[in-house]
């Protein structure tokens, strides 16, 4: 079953860290960008951060200079260095993956989600 699953949120005081990691299963040929999404009670859904395979990466102004996306091609898998958090950052954070399929072709692929609370 081609999935990404995510893992390692929890709680956390203000100011403290978390690292956030997502892995893509399956019989996946090939995964090309890598992002994380989030979502606050009550709130839409939006972008943290997004990586390319090739390692660029792109960040919502929210996060910037506090989070950091990595990846490691060689096992579809993705991290969120995430610090100095505030309460604003508890959501729901959710991995999304664009990954060609053996057999399948293109799917654009999202976790379950994994929460984030930051409280004290």
């Known amino acids: 079953q081609v999935r990404v699953v995510e893992s390692g949120g929890g709680l956390v005081q203000p100011g403290g860290s978390l690292r956030l990691t997502c892995v893509a299963f399956g019989s996946i040929v090939n995964v090309n960008n890598m992002a994380w999404y989030r979502q606050a009670p009550g709130k839409e859904r939006e972008s943290v951060a997004l990586?390319?395979?090739?390692?660029?990466?792109n960040y919502s102004e929210s996060v910037e200079g506090r989070f950091t996306v990595s990846r490691l091609n060689a096992k579809n898998t993705m991290y969120l260095q995430m610090n100095s958090l505030k309460p604003e950052d508890t959501a729901v954070y959710f991995c999304n993956a664009d990954v060609i399929v053996s057999g399948w072709g293109r799917r654009d692929l999202w976790g379950q989600g994994t929460q984030v609370t930051v409280s004290s």
């Open positions: 990586i390319t395979r090739g390692g660029n990466r």
